[in-house]
């Protein structure tokens, strides 16, 4: 039995001695105080199917015994020196992850973290190609660090420009957002972020050519006609489990090359077998990137980061030192090449092909049965839910994500969410996740599903009327608050609540 601190006094620390912007799940945050393969266990004992895999960072599964035999046998003899002096685990690890990899990308430096990974990654493709200009998608997310920042494009992670900077000090910071944003692009280096090549709500749905052609565009209208480099993930992780528009990197590479740009291969999260059909995610789409940047499931929850190129690439920086205190320490270097080796005797990949499969057929079968699943994607375990209250229109069902969310969790399930408008569900469990884990996370959510209440009415004299849910309440006798909207230009929506139901503008009401 756990006998430490619960969550109340957890929370209440963390809040007066850790930095106001770290952000938890669930209204009432759970406190895990213990892992074992795919489950997690809070202070009271309940056990969760871990869906998540603490962001997709425990490949192998919670403290896996030979990850944790290697990283406590290396610690007993010596847990850090540094790279000044020689140590084997480090080559070791290094060869065995070259021999992982295609092509010529046979050099390997090791980092801390994914955003460390990235801000390498970066730095070799500006120093290679003499040139500043980087590209990403769309809805990417590829670190928080001041200059990975740049290439991620989600609000949620965008600071605005403080106030003392002289510069923007006279922009009025609620008008002038955009302002902002590019003056942040600008102070982390130049950065197009190109239309998102997502076959779900892409503008040009999977047709990879238009959405290349708007990377040839940005080249040669908003650059100096060439660029540093090019980065992507092939399913973005935070972004949603979007997955890239089929043949898409394959054109994008050699535009981005004729620019004199290299290619990086965002790993983060699609690495190490996760998809299922392929060791790597870039190999899903037939590329060989130039750069592949690693982290999260390479360590199963060590703090551990990769980054392989080629020699080419790599004699840039022998220019001058490349130094990082912890990067490949004997421990992180013990437990990563556990990893690998647990992968191969296991079989994951093969593994989580198997499952994955099993996974998206119940899934895809449970979007038959509900409205409200817009969209199943992804591979392997890799796997987007995609919620929408109108299947048409795809219009986000960002409130009953949340509370499907939550009573997940009272189910025993714990899974991610995330996506551009939060309405997205993220299924990436630790590798050892059975076809038994992936029935009940789905006959959970078809359970938590059916338990929500609400309607969605369409059409009035032409004009589309939507009664939204804002709380969406479980069971009858929770008060629900909903929102009409009338969805035309012209007509600002108006509403209130009455006990009878909703009256609109028009005195239409609505039961409820
Ligand atoms: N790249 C991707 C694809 C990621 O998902 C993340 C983390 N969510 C990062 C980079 C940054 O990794 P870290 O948090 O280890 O810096």
Not at 469 to 482: G, I, Q, S
Request: proline share 4%; aromatic share 8%; with cysteine.
């Amino acid at each position: 039995p756990y006998n430490g601190p619960l969550a109340d006094e957890v929370f209440q620390k963390r809040k007066k001695f850790l930095g106001p912007s770290l952000f938890h799940y669930y209204q009432k945050p759970v406190n895990i105080v213990e892992g074992k393969m795919q489950y997690l266990f809070d202070e009271n004992g309940k056990r969760y199917l871990d869906a998540f895999a603490g962001i997709v960072t425990v490949s192998c599964g919670h403290c896996h015994p030979d990850v944790l035999s290697a990283i406590i046998e290396q610690s007993k003899l010596l847990q850090h020196a540094t790279t000044i002096y020689l140590h084997h685990a480090i080559a070791d690890y290094a060869e065995a992850l070259a021999s992982k990899m295609p092509g010529n990308l046979k050099v390997v430096y090791f980092v801390n973290s994914g955003s460390e990974a990235n801000e390498l990654a970066m730095l070799m493709a500006r120093l290679y190609s003499g040139n500043l200009g980087m590209i990403s998608l769309r809805n990417a997310y590829h670190g928080g660090s001041s200059s990975t920042i740049g290439l991620t494009a989600l609000k949620t992670w965008k600071y605005p420009i403080p106030e003392h900077i002289s510069v923007v000090s006279s922009i009025n910071k609620t008008s002038d957002m955009p302002v902002l944003f590019k003056l942040f692009s600008w102070l982390t280096g130049e950065i197009h972020h190109v239309v998102n090549p997502d076959p779900y709500r892409g503008v040009f749905g999977s047709d990879a050519k238009l959405y290349a052609k708007d990377v040839q565009d940005h080249i040669d209208y908003g650059s100096s006609g060439n660029v540093a480099g090019f980065i992507a993930e092939t399913i973005q992780g935070v972004g949603g489990a979007v997955e890239l528009a089929p043949g898409y990197l394959k054109l994008v590479y050699d535009i981005v090359r004729k620019a004199g740009g290299v290619c990086i291969a965002d790993e983060v999260q699609t690495g190490f077998g996760r998809t299922g059909s392929h060791y790597w995610g870039f190999e899903t789409q037939g590329v060989i990137p130039d750069i592949v940047t690693m982290a999260k499931g390479i360590g199963n929850g060590l703090p551990l980061g990769a980054v392989v190129t080629t020699p080419e690439i790599a004699s840039v920086l022998a220019q001058k030192i490349q130094f990082n205190t912890f990067g490949g320490n004997p421990v992180c270097s013990a437990g990563g090449l556990a990893v690998l080796r647990v992968i191969d005797k296991e079989k994951r990949q093969a593994h989580c092909n198997d499952v994955g499969s099993h996974l998206l057929e119940r899934l895809r079968a449970l979007q038959q049965k509900h409205e409200i699943i817009g969209d199943v994607r992804g591979r392997g375990l890799m796997v987007g839910v995609e919620l929408v209250t109108d299947r048409k229109e795809k219009m986000p069902a960002k409130e009953e994500t949340g509370v499907l969310f939550e009573k997940l969790r009272e189910l025993g399930v714990l899974i991610g969410k995330g996506g551009l408008h939060g309405n997205v569900f993220r299924i990436k469990p630790p590798m050892c996740f059975t076809k038994d884990d992936a029935d009940f996370l789905v006959d959970a959510l078809d359970y938590a599903v059916s338990k929500l209440r609400g309607v969605r009415v369409s059409s009035n004299a032409g004009r589309r009327l939507s009664l939204i849910r804002l709380k969406a309440a479980e069971e009858p006798r929770e008060p629900l608050v909903y929102i009409v909207s009338l969805a035309s230009a012209t007509h600002p929506a108006f509403y209130y609540k009455s006990s009878l139901g909703i009256i609109n503008h028009h005195g239409v009401t609505f039961r409820c």
